[in-house]
């Protein structure tokens, strides 16, 4: 079992940067993979990102390539979310999750572990 606590959300304006970060309790992150999703109000929770236990092969959803950034770091029981070029439309609760397997998932109900998440807005 593993729990998480996101950070790093807040108010930004269109075309800023925000780092995003959760970190996880016990000792076996690293058998997890991880993966970050949001919702926004009204709206559905949504797949943004995944990594695997060994911080490669990430897989983004496609309105976020090229703009965000997954990493992570297992020393510190930590994964990131790098966001840049942060539009509107982007804001929502950001969550992060965490899954047995394989990374390639991006169904909520596909990950077992979650955080209590964080406000991300940015205003235009």
């Known amino acids: 079992q593993v729990q998480l606590v996101e950070s790093g959300g807040g108010l930004v304006q269109a075309g800023g940067s925000l780092r995003l970060s959760c970190a996880a309790s016990?000792?076996?992150?690293?058998?997890?993979?991880m993966g970050w999703f949001r919702q926004a109000p009204g709206k559905e929770r949504e797949f943004v990102a995944s990594i695997s236990q060994g911080g490669t092969s990430p897989y983004y959803r496609d309105s976020g390539k090229g703009r965000f950034i997954i990493a992570r770091d297992n020393a510190k029981n930590t994964v990131y979310l790098q966001m840049n070029g942060l539009k509107p439309e982007d804001t929502a609760v950001y969550y992060c999750?965490?899954?047995?397997?394989?990374?390639?998932?991006?169904?909520?109900?596909?990950?077992?572990?979650w955080g209590q998440g964080t406000q991300v807005t940015v205003s235009s």
């Open positions: 999750a965490a899954r047995s397997g394989s990374n390639y998932y991006s169904r909520p109900s596909q990950y077992a572990y």
């Open positions: 016990g000792r076996t992150f690293s058998s997890y993979a």
